[in-house]
């Protein structure tokens, strides 16, 4: 089966496939932001295991979501919605926009725990913080308008088996 043949007989429209994909990419652009910022990276880009090397948990999660089988779309949904609740809590307590923007303009963590570190490219840019912060917002945007289009998905699906 194709992807988009795969796509269509998941039980989603076409603005949540766009959502679920925009998040895919939005995910990608941020995860890169933090391996280059290094403070709040992890393993397999650090020796240690962090909270981000969990998050990449979301690359399966969204992937389930938008290519996994309709039966199972409750359970799609689920992992849709805590994925987008853990990333819109990481993204508020335990990396915050200013923490993210700091990084870049700075070239210095705000994070405690690792203080003394410094960006990848060990560079002062406002713009790249900027950046981060933008991507990292439009990411949380994106996650719960996707999170909101499926639920939405859901019911309808619900009330035509019901009906």
Do not use: C
Request: glycine share 6%.
């Amino acid at each position: 089966m194709t992807l988009t043949k795969r796509m269509r007989s998941s039980g989603l429209d076409r603005t949540t496939v766009a959502l679920l994909l925009a998040s895919l990419v939005l995910a990608l652009l941020h995860h890169t932001d933090h391996v280059l910022r290094v403070d709040h990276s992890g393993w397999p880009f650090r020796s240690e295991v962090t909270d981000f090397t969990f998050s990449l948990l979301a690359y399966p999660m969204i992937l389930f979501a938008l290519l996994g089988p309709r039966r199972l779309f409750g359970l799609r949904l689920l992992l849709l919605v805590l994925g987008t609740t853990f990333t819109l809590y990481a993204h508020t307590a335990v990396e915050s926009p200013v923490m993210q923007f700091a990084m870049w303009a700075e070239n210095r963590s705000l994070d405690p725990h690792a203080a003394g570190l410094h960006n990848a490219l060990d560079v002062r840019s406002p713009t790249l913080g900027g950046v981060a912060v933008v991507v990292s917002m439009a990411l949380n945007v994106t996650a719960v308008a996707a999170t909101g289009s499926m639920l939405w998905q859901y019911l309808r699906l619900r009330r035509n088996q019901a009906g």
